[in-house]
């Protein structure tokens, strides 16, 4: 019998980086961290921040979940402080090694992963969104599979605008279009033993329609 390995053996992480366009920016960001975690997003979290960007682990149960729950808090919140004006944010989530506890799982070893939701926020984003199956020793296209699967079911979900170079396109509200990358970036940890993926999250954009979407 194979033992399954825990979310904390294989490494369940995020990076993170919020760019506000303001001349109030440091404000905006500094408050926006303190907001996530007095909302409790940030509980049971390890997060540290340096001059790039936020470092945020999750440890034990459900880790995609919280670490989604916790990307969505502080865009929302700096969204807010900032007036509902422009904010940028770079999110980047990885399931598995290099750089953690164990990099040779098997694929019946890999920790399952539950449904990701988020609840809406109100606040329209569009995303480019990026997913990377790293397949070490597999054929040379089955990274391809996981990608298309992946965008399937994005697109069943009312999320996935349309391709664009190196990216597809996601539009929505704000927790629908984190919820469906991190949903298809979990589902795919549960296949393969490394695997990253990668948003660029626009919210309040002027060259947007409409900022905000009804909660």
Do not use: F, N
């Amino acid at each position: 019998m194979t033992d399954t390995i825990t979310p904390d053996q294989l490494g369940v992480g995020m990076r993170l980086s919020v760019h506000p366009h303001c001349d109030d920016y440091v404000a905006v960001i500094l408050g926006a961290l303190e907001d996530a975690q007095h909302a409790g997003a940030g509980e049971g979290l390890e997060v540290e921040t340096d001059e790039v960007s936020t470092y945020v682990a999750a440890r034990g149960e459900h880790p995609e979940q919280r670490l989604v729950q916790y990307a969505a808090a502080l865009v929302a919140a700096a969204h807010r402080r900032s007036d509902g004006g422009h904010v940028v944010a770079h999110v980047l989530l990885s399931r598995g090694c290099p750089g953690e506890a164990t990099c040779e799982p098997t694929a019946a070893q890999l920790p399952r992963a539950t449904a990701i939701e988020l609840p809406g926020t109100g606040i329209r984003a569009a995303a480019q969104w990026s997913l990377y199956p790293l397949l070490d020793g597999g054929p040379d296209d089955a990274h391809m599979d996981h990608i298309e699967a992946a965008i399937k079911e994005a697109q069943s979900r009312g999320t996935a605008a349309e391709p664009a170079h190196y990216a597809t396109l996601l539009t929505g509200d704000l927790g629908d279009v984190l919820a469906t990358a991190a949903d298809a970036w979990a589902r795919v940890g549960q296949e393969v033993a490394h695997v990253v993926t990668h948003l660029t999250v626009s919210v309040g954009s002027p060259s947007s329609g409409s900022h905000d979407v009804e909660g």
